[in-house]
């Protein structure tokens, strides 16, 4: 239960109605107080405190107003009494709840296994789920080193079957495949004579490597390490129906441990942390690939384009004043209408002259698509 309370808080949460008032009774002292808590406790989590000071002294402040009973004696009320055993009893049977059983663990241990560990393996998360599915279950939840062994041995026997389905699922070459590839990455690995990667082998940690900057180098590499992993033959839809967190968490098992220690487990383990691995990292590796051919051309076009731009300012430093050109030509062409171009416009614009302003024009329209290619001859 968290520590801090607002005032509607405590009001709408441990305020008590006329009928729960009548369960208070005609106690006294510290029995009416310790009880009053341990009921208002009880309806909001579904279950019991753990000690007595897990109650915030905001929350039994409240509760012993409306009781009218000093907040202080609720250290005197007894944690370990009869009376502590028969308040509990009475407050279950009238929220209808009863104590947990063997058999109510193997039925949430049942429940984690099909309906909540194929997407979630956050221990946290998983307390809190338990404890929801007791209280739905109206069941009071056993002690926190329980809880923590009824969700341990959920995960490990839902890993067991997911295991061991994984296996089943895995074609006999890819498990050939798999093995012959962790048997040379070992053997690269811990023999220093033995094959280098110049040799098409690629070592573990390489296949766990980022791609480093972009460039061919880098594309290559990728593609080098795609193409070993897709010689796996692993099933397009190993997977499909795994969330990735749960994935990601074996993945990260698999490159964490000690590959030596990883070749020892048994085969549904071995084969399953191997495909998840390989199977998520194909993903990210052909990820990494769009992402480095992407930054690869944005870096090509860049360049071209500084290239293109400063041979166009170069052409157009060639030709200078060109809007006098422009108006000279002009002038004479209206001054001399029926004149011939080579009396008329060349004494006042040569031949060359004409030549480069075409070629700026002609630069413009085939080197920057979608700009004016006049925006530039007055200037």
């Known amino acids: 239960m968290k520590r801090n309370w607002e005032l509607e808080e405590l009001i709408e949460h441990f305020t008590f109605l006329p009928n729960e008032m009548q369960q208070v009774g005609n106690k006294s002292g510290e029995t009416r107080l310790g009880f009053a808590v341990l009921f208002k406790f009880f309806q909001y989590e579904a279950r019991f405190p753990f000690y007595k000071f897990e109650v915030p002294k905001a929350v039994i402040q409240n509760i012993a107003k409306q009781i009218e009973a000093p907040a202080e004696l609720y250290s005197q009320y007894d944690w370990a009494g009869r009376s502590i055993t028969y308040h509990r009893t009475q407050i279950r049977e009238f929220f209808g709840f009863r104590e947990d059983t063997i058999n109510d663990a193997e039925e949430v241990i049942d429940w984690l296994c099909k309906s909540v560990l194929f997407q979630d393996h956050d221990f946290e998360h998983l307390v809190e789920t338990v404890y929801r599915r007791f209280r739905e279950m109206k069941v009071v939840p056993p002690t926190p080193d329980r809880i923590e062994r009824l969700i341990r041995t959920a995960i490990r026997t839902y890993e067991e079957q997911f295991f061991q389905a994984t296996l089943e699922k895995l074609p006999m070459a890819s498990l050939s495949k798999l093995d012959s590839l962790v048997d040379s990455i070992a053997f690269l690995d811990e023999d220093q004579g033995g094959p280098s990667s110049d040799e098409g082998l690629l070592s573990f940690q390489e296949l766990k490597a980022d791609p ?42 698999t490159a964490t441990e000690d590959l030596r220690e990883l070749r020892r487990h048994p085969d549904p383990i071995r084969y399953t942390l191997l495909a998840a691995f390989f199977w998520l990292r194909s993903m990210e590796i052909t990820d990494n690939l769009i992402e480095l051919l992407i930054q690869i051309v944005h870096r090509i076009g860049v360049r071209a384009e500084c290239k293109v731009e400063k041979e166009i300012l170069n052409d157009l430093r060639k030709v200078s004043n060109k809007y006098g050109i422009l108006f000279n030509m002009a002038q004479s062409a209206v001054n001399n209408p029926d004149g011939i171009i080579r009396d008329v416009i060349f004494p006042v614009v040569n031949e060359q002259t004409l030549r480069d302003l075409i070629k700026v024009i002609q630069t413009h329209r085939s080197g920057l698509p979608g700009e004016n290619p006049y925006h530039y001859i007055g200037q």
């Open 212 to 253: 480093g900057k972009p460039g061919v180098e880098s594309v290559l590499r990728e593609a080098s390490k795609l193409r070993t992993i897709r010689n796996l033959e692993l099933p397009d839809d190993l997977f499909r129906d795994i969330p990735l967190k749960v994935l990601t968490k074996y993945r990260q098992r």
